[in-house]
């Protein structure tokens, strides 16, 4: 009994890949074998519309790696292909049969040939793959969007404000117990985050001290808002390095003057100094 090519020999035989010598023994086949003449029908309909369909332009990187494939796959094909056993060898002058009368009545292509139509579109249609790829991203994407407007119509919890980094300053100021609101407030007004004063405006800083976001972070959790901007300065009569930390609540602003390095494993509550509220600038 003889038996049906593999359906990879039939897509490379659709789209002319194959080596001579098999491509004689695929298309003598494919004369006297209904079936396999029928899947090869239905393949080189994918080809056609593939061929006719505008191809989007690829990126080149992913141009590059679709043809690397491509070529690796015609020659391990090559490698792989069996010599033929106990058959007489045809000579080369052998014509190819031509395959157009025999093309059968299409019917639904068979689910054992969806690999071979897979593998017409690797070789013929590359870009028609990359788009698969992506419409099924986007896909996943929208059925996922339900859940996700749901997610972003909930009340967000300190954890969730804490998201980011705060505003970072360092105004040099010694703050002390009685001068605390004062103070924070003109730090307030020369800082990014207030900007209303006119003059002497105080730059954002780019380097934050270790712990410090951690410690803004246990902050907002501890009094359920959000902070926005650390001013690393000094506190007390000594005076000593301390993180003073501004989270607005509505038309006022608090302030927590904590012990820097406050984010280092110790109690947040533990390493309040003061606490001041402020008006909004």
């Known amino acids: 009994m003889t038996s049906h090519p593999e359906v990879e020999a039939l897509a490379f035989f659709a789209e002319g890949l194959l080596e001579s010598d098999e491509e004689r023994n695929v298309a003598r086949h494919v004369e006297s074998c209904e079936e396999c003449s029928e899947a090869l029908d239905e393949l080189s309909n994918v080809s056609q519309v593939l061929a006719a369909a505008p191809a989007p332009e690829l990126p080149p990187d992913v141009a590059d790696r679709l043809e690397q494939q491509i070529a690796e796959?015609?020659?391990?094909?090559?490698?792989?292909?069996?010599?033929?056993?106990?058959?007489?060898?045809?000579?080369?002058?052998?014509?190819?049969?031509?395959?157009?009368?025999?093309?059968?009545?299409?019917?639904?292509?068979?689910?054992?040939?969806?690999?071979?139509?897979?593998?017409?579109?690797?070789?013929?249609?590359?870009?028609?793959?990359?788009?698969?790829?992506?419409?099924?991203?986007?896909?996943?994407?929208?059925?996922?969007?339900?859940?996700?407007?749901?997610?972003?119509?909930?009340?967000?919890?300190?954890?969730?404000?804490?998201?980011?980094?705060?505003?970072?300053?360092?105004?040099?100021?010694?703050?002390?117990?009685?001068?605390?609101?004062?103070q924070a407030a003109e730090t307030l007004d020369r800082s990014p985050v207030g900007g209303t004063a006119e003059s002497d405006p105080l730059p954002a800083e780019t380097t934050v001290p270790q712990g410090a976001e951690s410690c803004a972070s246990g902050v907002g959790e501890e009094i359920g808002l959000r902070v926005v901007l650390v001013d690393d300065a000094l506190y007390g009569t000594g005076p000593d390095p301390a993180w003073v930390m501004f989270a607005p609540d509505g038309d006022s602003v608090e302030v927590m003057v904590v012990e820097a390095g406050c984010g280092q494993g110790d109690d947040v509550d533990e390493s309040v100094l003061a606490q001041e509220t402020v008006e909004a600038s």
């Open 73 to 182: 796959a015609v020659r391990d094909r090559a490698v792989r292909r069996p010599e033929p056993t106990g058959a007489p060898s045809e000579p080369e002058s052998a014509p190819v049969a031509d395959l157009s009368e025999h093309r059968k009545r299409r019917f639904g292509l068979p689910r054992i040939m969806m690999a071979a139509a897979a593998a017409v579109f690797v070789i013929g249609g590359g870009a028609a793959v990359v788009n698969g790829i992506l419409l099924q991203d986007d896909e996943q994407t929208d059925a996922a969007a339900p859940l996700m407007d749901g997610q972003a119509e909930e009340e967000p919890g300190p954890d969730a404000a804490q998201s980011y980094a705060p505003e970072l300053v360092r105004s040099g100021t010694a703050y002390t117990e009685d001068g605390l609101a004062e």
